[in-house]
Structure formats: C-alpha cells, structure tokens
C-alpha cells in the first residue's frame, strides 16, 4: 500500500489561498489515480478533486473554479491549491489512492483545515 502524509492546513480567513500537500511512500504512487477529500464535523466524507495518472481531473461542484490538483510524480506528491476559501470549505482533509478510497481503506491522519468569515 502507499503511505501518505497531509500537510498545510491552517486557519485561515474566507477569500485566501492554502495548498495542501500530500506524501505519498512507495514505488507504485506514480500508477494509482489520487484523491482529495473532506470530511467536516457530522459528515460522511466527500471526493473534493481527482487526477489520475496521466493529468485528468475532476472536481466537485463546490469547489469547482476555485481548487486545483496537481501531482508531481518525481517527488510523489499530490497538491491541492485551494483559492477564494469559504467557511463552508472547513473540514479536515485527505488525499488517498482512488482504489484505497472505494474500499474505505488506507486513510492517513488527514490536515485539518478551518476558515473563518
């Protein structure tokens, strides 16, 4: 399985910009589909943005025109730029291969972030 390890949240202001980043360990990371997902307070947890392995993404409708994805596969690393936040956008966030996620497996300890209007 691929390790992963979130990083930069924070508590920010409605209208500013945060990249999170995502880690990943193991040979395989550049071969699996990736996702970022959210998981606010009494919420089941919700797919926010998708690459797979050749770029293609997709987008929930909440986020869409103000996130982006982004993997740089020398380094194993997912990003998500998230622009023009809203308080609606708190939660605690995860990446994970899409293949873990369908089977609710391999969850790291998620980067939580909170904004404030």
């Known amino acids: 399985q691929v390790r992963l390890v979130e990083s930069g949240g924070g508590l920010m202001q409605a209208g500013e910009s945060l990249r999170l980043s995502c880690a990943a360990s193991?040979?395989?990371?550049?071969?699996?589909?990736m996702g970022w997902y959210r998981q606010a307070p009494g919420r089941q947890r919700e797919l926010v943005a998708r690459?797979?392995?050749?770029?293609?993404?997709t987008y929930a409708d909440s986020v869409k025109g103000r996130f982006t994805i982004s993997r740089d596969n020398a380094k194993n690393t997912v990003y998500l730029q998230m622009n023009s936040l809203k308080p609606e956008d708190t939660a605690v966030y995860f990446c994970?291969?899409?293949?873990?996620?369908?089977?609710?497996?391999?969850w790291g300890q998620g980067t939580q972030v909170t904004v404030s209007s």
């Open positions: 193991g040979s395989t990371f550049s071969i699996n589909a």
């Open positions: 690459i797979g392995t050749g770029g293609a993404t």
């Open positions: 994970n291969t899409i293949f873990a996620a369908l089977r609710d497996s391999n």
